[in-house]
T-cell receptor, first 113, second 114 residues
Framework: QKEVEQNSGPLSVPEGAIASLNCTYSDRGSQSFFWYRQYSGKSPELIMSIYSNGDKEDGRFTAQLNKASQYVSLLIRDSQPSDSATYLCAVTALGGSQGNLIFGKGTKLSVKP | DAGVIQSPRHEVTEMGQEVTLRCKPISGHDYLFWYRQTMMRGLELLIYFNNNVPIDDSGMPEDRFSAKMPNASFSTLKIQPSEPRDSAVYFC????????????FGPGTRLTVL
Protein backbone atom coordinates (compact mmCIF):
# COMPACT_ATOMS: atom_id res chain seq x y z
CA GLN A 1 0.00 0.00 0.00
CA LYS A 2 1.55 3.24 -1.12
CA GLU A 3 1.41 5.79 1.68
CA VAL A 4 2.25 9.39 2.38
CA GLU A 5 2.40 10.25 6.07
CA GLN A 6 2.07 13.67 7.66
CA ASN A 7 1.57 14.81 11.22
CA SER A 8 -2.02 16.07 11.31
CA GLY A 9 -1.18 18.84 13.76
CA PRO A 10 -2.31 21.39 14.50
CA LEU A 11 1.13 22.97 14.34
CA SER A 12 1.04 26.32 16.05
CA VAL A 13 3.81 28.89 15.53
CA PRO A 14 4.04 32.59 16.41
CA GLU A 15 4.04 35.20 13.68
CA GLY A 16 7.51 35.71 12.25
CA ALA A 17 8.77 32.25 13.22
CA ILE A 18 9.81 29.40 10.94
CA ALA A 19 7.17 26.71 10.39
CA SER A 20 8.51 23.26 9.56
CA LEU A 21 6.21 20.73 7.93
CA ASN A 22 7.30 17.15 7.35
CA CYS A 23 6.24 14.27 5.14
CA THR A 24 7.43 10.70 4.64
CA TYR A 25 6.51 8.41 1.80
CA SER A 26 6.67 4.67 1.31
CA ASP A 27 7.28 4.31 -2.44
CA ARG A 28 10.99 4.46 -3.31
CA GLY A 29 10.09 4.83 -6.99
CA SER A 30 8.46 8.21 -6.51
CA GLN A 31 10.03 10.88 -8.68
CA SER A 32 8.09 14.08 -8.06
CA PHE A 33 7.02 15.76 -4.86
CA PHE A 34 4.60 18.58 -4.22
CA TRP A 35 3.27 20.76 -1.47
CA TYR A 36 -0.27 22.06 -1.69
CA ARG A 37 -1.88 24.63 0.57
CA GLN A 38 -5.59 24.35 1.33
CA TYR A 39 -7.49 27.07 3.12
CA SER A 40 -10.63 26.04 4.95
CA GLY A 41 -13.47 25.57 2.48
CA LYS A 42 -11.22 26.03 -0.54
CA SER A 43 -9.47 23.76 -3.00
CA PRO A 44 -5.82 22.67 -2.78
CA GLU A 45 -3.39 25.14 -4.34
CA LEU A 46 0.05 24.09 -5.56
CA ILE A 47 2.80 26.09 -3.84
CA MET A 48 5.99 24.08 -4.33
CA SER A 49 7.33 21.21 -6.41
CA ILE A 50 10.67 19.45 -6.03
CA TYR A 51 12.20 16.69 -8.12
CA SER A 52 15.80 16.21 -6.97
CA ASN A 53 17.56 15.85 -3.64
CA GLY A 54 18.37 19.04 -1.81
CA ASP A 55 16.67 22.33 -1.23
CA LYS A 56 14.49 24.45 -3.46
CA GLU A 57 13.61 27.98 -2.42
CA ASP A 58 10.76 30.17 -3.59
CA GLY A 59 10.27 33.35 -1.63
CA ARG A 60 9.51 32.48 1.99
CA PHE A 61 9.08 28.80 1.12
CA THR A 62 11.81 26.15 1.00
CA ALA A 63 11.16 22.55 0.03
CA GLN A 64 13.69 19.91 1.06
CA LEU A 65 13.95 16.42 -0.39
CA ASN A 66 15.93 13.42 0.81
CA LYS A 67 15.12 10.40 -1.36
CA ALA A 68 17.40 8.06 0.61
CA SER A 69 15.37 8.75 3.74
CA GLN A 70 12.11 9.06 1.78
CA TYR A 71 11.49 12.38 3.41
CA VAL A 72 10.29 15.72 2.13
CA SER A 73 9.73 18.87 4.12
CA LEU A 74 8.46 22.42 3.71
CA LEU A 75 9.87 25.37 5.62
CA ILE A 76 7.96 28.62 5.81
CA ARG A 77 10.10 31.55 6.96
CA ASP A 78 8.67 34.67 8.57
CA SER A 79 5.31 32.93 9.04
CA GLN A 80 2.26 35.14 8.66
CA PRO A 81 -1.30 34.63 9.91
CA SER A 82 -2.28 34.31 6.24
CA ASP A 83 -0.18 31.13 6.10
CA SER A 84 -2.67 29.44 8.44
CA ALA A 85 -4.03 26.56 6.37
CA THR A 86 -3.71 22.83 5.88
CA TYR A 87 -0.61 21.77 3.93
CA LEU A 88 -0.85 18.63 1.82
CA CYS A 89 2.17 16.64 0.73
CA ALA A 90 1.77 14.77 -2.59
CA VAL A 91 4.01 12.19 -4.19
CA THR A 92 3.92 10.44 -7.56
CA ALA A 93 2.88 6.82 -7.49
CA LEU A 94 5.35 4.14 -8.61
CA GLY A 95 6.16 4.56 -12.28
CA GLY A 96 4.16 7.72 -12.18
CA SER A 97 6.40 10.09 -14.06
CA GLN A 98 3.09 11.00 -15.53
CA GLY A 99 -0.22 10.32 -13.95
CA ASN A 100 -1.55 10.24 -10.48
CA LEU A 101 -0.39 11.54 -7.14
CA ILE A 102 -0.78 10.14 -3.65
CA PHE A 103 -1.73 12.76 -1.08
CA GLY A 104 -1.08 12.81 2.62
CA LYS A 105 -3.92 13.83 4.92
CA GLY A 106 -2.31 17.17 5.59
CA THR A 107 -0.86 19.16 8.47
CA LYS A 108 -2.92 22.00 9.83
CA LEU A 109 -0.78 25.08 10.48
CA SER A 110 -1.89 27.91 12.73
CA VAL A 111 0.17 31.12 12.82
CA LYS A 112 -0.64 33.22 15.87
CA PRO A 113 -0.33 37.03 15.64
CA ASP B 1 -6.98 30.75 -18.57
CA ALA B 2 -10.06 30.36 -16.37
CA GLY B 3 -8.67 27.38 -14.48
CA VAL B 4 -10.57 24.18 -13.79
CA ILE B 5 -14.31 24.78 -13.70
CA GLN B 6 -16.72 22.65 -11.70
CA SER B 7 -20.47 22.71 -11.35
CA PRO B 8 -22.52 22.81 -9.31
CA ARG B 9 -20.60 24.30 -6.38
CA HIS B 10 -23.12 22.93 -3.89
CA GLU B 11 -25.56 20.09 -4.24
CA VAL B 12 -28.11 18.93 -1.69
CA THR B 13 -30.11 15.87 -2.58
CA GLU B 14 -32.05 13.09 -0.98
CA MET B 15 -30.91 9.54 -0.62
CA GLY B 16 -31.65 7.49 -3.73
CA GLN B 17 -31.47 10.40 -6.14
CA GLU B 18 -29.05 10.61 -9.04
CA VAL B 19 -26.29 13.19 -8.77
CA THR B 20 -24.16 14.45 -11.66
CA LEU B 21 -21.06 16.53 -11.10
CA ARG B 22 -19.40 18.34 -13.98
CA CYS B 23 -15.87 19.45 -14.75
CA LYS B 24 -14.12 21.45 -17.45
CA PRO B 25 -10.32 21.03 -17.30
CA ILE B 26 -7.77 23.65 -18.21
CA SER B 27 -7.45 23.85 -21.98
CA GLY B 28 -4.55 21.78 -23.27
CA HIS B 29 -4.26 19.57 -20.21
CA ASP B 30 -4.12 15.87 -21.04
CA TYR B 31 -4.94 14.47 -17.60
CA LEU B 32 -8.15 14.83 -15.61
CA PHE B 33 -8.62 13.58 -12.07
CA TRP B 34 -11.65 13.17 -9.81
CA TYR B 35 -11.04 13.26 -6.04
CA ARG B 36 -13.25 13.02 -2.98
CA GLN B 37 -12.29 14.73 0.27
CA THR B 38 -13.67 13.98 3.73
CA MET B 39 -12.36 14.75 7.19
CA MET B 40 -11.90 11.07 7.97
CA ARG B 41 -10.23 9.87 4.79
CA GLY B 42 -8.60 13.00 3.42
CA LEU B 43 -8.20 13.45 -0.33
CA GLU B 44 -8.90 10.23 -2.22
CA LEU B 45 -8.38 9.69 -5.94
CA LEU B 46 -11.48 8.19 -7.51
CA ILE B 47 -10.53 7.95 -11.18
CA TYR B 48 -8.29 9.63 -13.70
CA PHE B 49 -8.28 10.03 -17.47
CA ASN B 50 -5.51 10.54 -19.99
CA ASN B 51 -6.56 11.94 -23.36
CA ASN B 52 -10.20 11.19 -22.46
CA VAL B 53 -9.48 7.51 -21.72
CA PRO B 54 -9.98 6.19 -18.16
CA ILE B 55 -6.62 4.97 -16.87
CA ASP B 56 -7.30 3.94 -13.30
CA ASP B 57 -10.72 3.67 -11.68
CA SER B 58 -9.63 1.54 -8.73
CA GLY B 59 -10.59 4.34 -6.36
CA MET B 60 -14.23 4.36 -7.39
CA PRO B 61 -15.93 3.10 -4.25
CA GLU B 62 -18.61 0.98 -5.88
CA ASP B 63 -20.78 0.51 -8.94
CA ARG B 64 -22.99 3.41 -7.93
CA PHE B 65 -20.20 5.69 -9.12
CA SER B 66 -19.41 6.23 -12.78
CA ALA B 67 -17.34 8.77 -14.69
CA LYS B 68 -17.12 9.76 -18.32
CA MET B 69 -15.01 12.08 -20.42
CA PRO B 70 -16.68 12.41 -23.82
CA ASN B 71 -14.22 15.04 -25.03
CA ALA B 72 -11.12 16.92 -23.94
CA SER B 73 -13.07 19.75 -22.35
CA PHE B 74 -15.73 17.98 -20.31
CA SER B 75 -16.10 15.22 -17.74
CA THR B 76 -18.88 14.02 -15.48
CA LEU B 77 -18.99 12.04 -12.26
CA LYS B 78 -22.32 10.40 -11.60
CA ILE B 79 -23.64 8.78 -8.44
CA GLN B 80 -26.76 6.68 -8.79
CA PRO B 81 -28.36 6.05 -6.37
CA SER B 82 -26.80 8.45 -3.89
CA GLU B 83 -26.39 7.59 -0.19
CA PRO B 84 -25.70 9.77 2.88
CA ARG B 85 -22.15 8.37 3.12
CA ASP B 86 -21.42 9.92 -0.28
CA SER B 87 -21.56 13.36 1.34
CA ALA B 88 -18.16 14.97 0.73
CA VAL B 89 -16.39 17.58 -1.34
CA TYR B 90 -15.62 16.35 -4.83
CA PHE B 91 -12.70 17.94 -6.64
CA CYS B 92 -11.72 17.79 -10.26
CA UNK B 93 -8.09 18.48 -11.20
CA UNK B 94 -6.14 18.56 -14.44
CA UNK B 95 -2.49 18.44 -15.46
CA UNK B 96 -0.26 18.56 -18.52
CA UNK B 97 1.47 15.46 -19.82
CA UNK B 98 4.77 17.09 -19.08
CA UNK B 99 5.53 19.30 -16.13
CA UNK B 100 6.03 16.67 -13.49
CA UNK B 101 2.44 15.96 -12.57
CA UNK B 102 1.60 19.42 -11.28
CA UNK B 103 -2.14 19.19 -10.80
CA UNK B 104 -4.45 22.17 -10.70
CA PHE B 105 -7.68 21.84 -8.78
CA GLY B 106 -11.14 23.19 -9.42
CA PRO B 107 -13.16 24.86 -6.65
CA GLY B 108 -14.95 21.62 -5.78
CA THR B 109 -18.55 20.52 -5.40
CA ARG B 110 -19.86 20.15 -1.86
CA LEU B 111 -22.34 17.29 -1.94
CA THR B 112 -24.81 16.66 0.85
CA VAL B 113 -27.03 13.59 0.65
CA LEU B 114 -29.87 13.66 3.18
Amino acid sequence: QKEVEQNSGPLSVPEGAIASLNCTYSDRGSQSFFWYRQYSGKSPELIMSIYSNGDKEDGRFTAQLNKASQYVSLLIRDSQPSDSATYLCAVTALGGSQGNLIFGKGTKLSVKP
Amino acid sequence: DAGVIQSPRHEVTEMGQEVTLRCKPISGHDYLFWYRQTMMRGLELLIYFNNNVPIDDSGMPEDRFSAKMPNASFSTLKIQPSEPRDSAVYFCASSLTSGGNEQFFGPGTRLTVL
